[in-house]
């Protein structure tokens, strides 16, 4: 695929790893970017924003889009459809953009295969599973039940830091935060493979 100096930047680790604490703090600093959110076909609830929370679609299109292999990734829940559309991160990376996702481990295979050429990715995680547990507390959003699926989810991921680029221990946020932002702002540096054969071509240039 060949996009105008856009990237990927995917960031995945545990639920309460500061990932979205981090983004807010480098935001101002990595350029100009865009936030991949899901594609939905549940209906919008009251206070929620098209293309803030998710981009809301009708059933017929978001089945069109699957037909079309538009989708990263999709699911049915509950009786709702909801994906990561490539529609969307397309015309962010034509614009130049660097695309930021927020998705788990399996979500990083997915947008690797398809993009991998101009994917950089980080894990990110506390130092401990007994930090992370109990920054879960602390945060006082989830029931016990909840806290003890994140943490037996947190312990499956840990697993797979390997396939990772980068690993950020978020155990010092100043410092994570500036490791992040670097990391952010090399992984525009990265070329797509028909830029990289295209220079091949013209560097050859002796008769």
């Known amino acids: 695929m060949a996009f105008s100096n856009g990237a990927v930047l995917v960031l995945s680790g545990p639920s309460g790893a500061g990932k979205s604490s981090l983004i807010k703090k480098i935001e101002k600093d990595i350029g100009d970017y865009y936030f991949s959110i899901s594609t939905t ?8 924003t098209d293309g803030v929370e998710y981009h ?8 069109k889009d699957i037909e079309n292999d538009y989708f990263l990734e999709y699911a049915l829940v509950h009786g709702n459809y909801y994906g990561t559309s490539l529609k969307h991160v397309k015309n962010a990376l034509a614009d130049g953009k660097l695309v930021l996702f927020d998705i788990d481990v399996q979500g990083n295979t997915a947008i690797t295969n398809r993009l991998g050429d101009i994917t950089t990715s980080v894990f990110i ?5 007994s930090e992370l547990k109990s920054r ?14 994140r943490l037996k989810m947190a312990k ?12 950020i221990i978020n ?5 994570a935060a500036e490791k992040l ?7 525009r540096l990265k070329k797509p493979l028909d830029k990289i054969n295209r220079l091949i071509q013209e560097w050859e240039d002796i008769e």
């Open 41 to 48: 076909t549940r209906g919008i609830r009251e206070g929620e």
């Open 56 to 63: 809301f679609v009708d059933e017929e299109e978001f089945k």
């Open 156 to 167: 499956k991921e840990i697993q797979r830091i390997s396939e990772y680029d980068y690993l």
């Open 125 to 129: 995680t506390p130092p401990t599973l």
């Open 136 to 149: 879960l507390i602390n945060r006082s959003t989830d029931a016990n039940s909840a806290i003890e699926r």
């Open 181 to 187: 932002c670097l990391i952010a702002k090399t992984a």
């Open 171 to 175: 155990d010092d946020f100043e410092k």
